[in-house]
């Protein structure tokens, strides 16, 4: 938390005009006391990195709510809608339950932000293979 703090003071002191990003209305949405969670941020203000990263942490918090965890029902819709290219449809309650236990290290019946963190890491490094080109044989 603190870096991001440290993130959003050098933005705002270098382009004040430019960055959006809102630190303290995310703050406040996780406590349940403000409806933007994020505000966006201009294209010139983040690279398309940190454009990316504000996309998954506004997609997590759009299928968790206020509460700020995913229960399975939650993890569900979110493939399904969101990954449905990378992962295919989660049909069975078998394969929910399975991916499920493996994200929920803590074992408290909800995935929050690192343990989903988890899953896009996997997914990514599993992408990531296809673009890797593979090495000649000699």
């Known amino acids: 938390m603190l870096l991001l703090m440290h993130a959003y003071s050098v933005f705002n002191e270098e382009n004040p005009t430019d960055v959006t990003i809102n ?8 406590m349940g006391t403000d409806s933007n969670c994020l505000s966006q941020a201009t294209k010139p203000a983040v690279s398309d990195l940190e454009s990316s990263m504000l996309t998954i942490i506004q997609t997590f918090h759009q299928y968790s709510g206020q509460k700020c965890n995913l229960k399975k029902a939650d993890l569900k819709e979110l ?8 992962i295919v449809k989660i049909k ?4 929910l339950d399975k991916l499920f236990a493996d994200l929920d290290q803590n074992g408290d019946l909800e995935i929050d932000f690192k343990e989903f963190i988890a899953l896009i890491a996997m997914v990514t490094s599993a992408c990531n293979e296809l673009f890797v080109p593979k090495q000649q044989k000699n």
């Open 92 to 95: 069975e309650n078998d394969t």
């Open 23 to 30: 630190f303290f209305a995310w703050q406040n949405k996780r």
């Open 79 to 86: 493939i399904n809608n969101e990954m449905n290219n990378f």
